[in-house]
């Protein structure tokens, strides 16, 4: 869950975290079907959960091929 805005590209296989005027760079290396996508996460699921307002989740996503399958994601400050 965060507070930052979420840009996607490269077809959902990056994501650019931006916050406080930095930006965090997110690329999925394998597997190469699965792609990011961004869900609203102010929206509660039970009566008992907390609201979180203004905030979302980056989630990876793909259909899994083989049991010993990785999701590889490499992370990096982005200074563009």
């Known amino acids: 869950v965060t507070n930052a805005q979420i840009t996607l590209e490269n ?38 959960d907390q609201k979180n307002p203004d905030t979302r989740f980056l989630r990876a996503q793909w259909e899994i091929a083989s049991d010993d399958e990785t999701l590889e994601i490499s992370i990096a400050p982005d200074n563009k």
Do not use: C, H, M, W
């Open 11 to 48: 077809d959902g296989q990056t994501a650019v975290l931006k916050q406080g005027g930095q930006q965090l760079r997110l690329q999925i290396q394998s597997p190469r079907a699965a792609r990011f996508s961004v869900v609203e996460a102010d929206a509660v699921a039970a009566d008992y």
